[in-house]
Antibody
Framework: QVQLQESGPGLVKPSQTLSLTCNVS??????????WTWIRQHPGKGLEWIAN???????YSNPSLRSRVTTSLDTSKNQFSLKLSSVTAADTAVYYC??????????WGQGTPVTVSS | DIQMTQSPSSLSASVGDRVTLTCRAS??????LNWFQQKAGKGPNLLIY???RLQIGVPSRFSGSGSGTDFTLTISSLQPEDFAIYYC?????????FGQGTKVEIK
């Protein structure tokens, strides 16, 4: 059974960089059949796609965030990561990682809440 | 960007009711449409992919239909565990976008 688990600081100061990691168990992130996704949800709001990361190294990210988003894969740890720079209060959200197969996210993490505040 | 519009934004229904939720895309997305269920405090759960394909493990009372710009999610007989928020998502083109959600509440 595939499981994903987000981790990272729950509190980040404005203008700093938010760093999150998603640990994948029950499957390998090196499988070319899948790609890996970050999505966030602002408090009481809907879902916002952040980025897809492919084993090839390609990344597609939301244009609204692209200049601030960095993603990476750590195959030795079977993890993938998200960095979001220059955060503001508008980046306060629950961040989810997910596995995507054939255009649908079939396994999700439980989500990690992040608050941006001084 | 492709805009996804769900209707209604909320509805009240009783256990056993047949419920239909609608999702409309601002341009054709062929069948690149997924439906997710989200319960309070939990991550989304995939119900339907490719507009009409039932994800493994999802009860058969859920069904999806549509293509192009108009899609529906139907729950044939609403169960207590179905009270949640439902989101549609297009994966036809980047940036991937979601609808604003439909909240299904108990009448």
């Amino acid at each position: 059974q595939v499981q994903l688990q987000e981790s990272g600081p729950g509190l980040v100061k404005p203008s700093q960089t938010l760093s999150l990691t998603c640990n994948v168990s029950g499957g390998s992130i090196t499988s070319g059949a899948y790609h890996w996704t970050w999505i966030r949800q602002h408090p009481g709001k809907g879902l916002e796609w952040i980025a897809n990361i492919y084993y090839s190294g390609s990344t597609y990210s939301n244009p609204s965030l692209r200049s601030r988003v960095t993603t990476s894969l750590d195959t030795s740890k079977n993890q993938f990561s998200l960095k979001l720079s220059s955060v503001t209060a508008a980046d306060t959200a629950v961040y989810y990682c997910a596995r995507t197969f054939n255009n649908y996210a079939d396994y999700w993490g439980q989500g990690t809440p992040v608050t941006v505040s001084s | 960007d492709i805009q996804m519009t769900q209707s209604p934004s909320s509805l009240s229904a009783s256990v056993g009711d047949r419920v239909t939720l609608t999702c409309r895309a601002s341009q054709s997305i062929t069948n690149y449409l997924n439906w997710f269920q989200q319960k309070a405090g939990k991550g989304p759960n995939l119900l339907i992919y490719g507009a009409s394909r039932l994800q493994i493990g999802v009860p058969s009372r859920f069904s999806g239909s549509g293509s192009g710009t108009d899609f529906t999610l139907t729950i044939s007989s609403l169960q207590p565990e179905d009270f949640a928020i439902y989101y549609c998502q297009q994966t036809y083109s980047f940036p991937l976008t979601f609808g604003q959600g439909t909240k299904v509440e108990i009448k």
